[in-house]
């Protein structure tokens, strides 16, 4: 039988945030929420913050909406 080399075909992956990698460099730039950012940033540091504690982005989000909406309840109520 011949002697085969075996070809070996390597895929790189971006390395992980700890070492630098593409997870953490530059990662705020690549959103921009315009002239909404004065909303958005403080709804994404919260939406961070839950998902620290629960550990899934969609409970996360859930619990987010939830907040969100018995934030504005008293003003929902009234408008009734």
């Not at 390395?15 to 909404?36: E, F, K, M, N, R």
């Amino acid at each position: 039988m011949p002697d085969r080399k075996s070809s070996r075909c390597s895929i790189s992956s971006p390395s992980p945030v700890a070492d630098g990698g593409i997870g953490a460099q530059g990662l705020p730039l690549v959103v921009d929420y315009g002239w909404l950012t004065i909303v958005a940033a403080p709804i994404f540091w919260c939406l961070e913050t839950i998902h620290k504690l629960v550990g899934n982005w969609g409970w996360s989000i859930v619990l987010l909406t939830i907040g969100i909406k018995a934030l504005f309840y008293p003003n929902s109520a009234a408008s009734l």
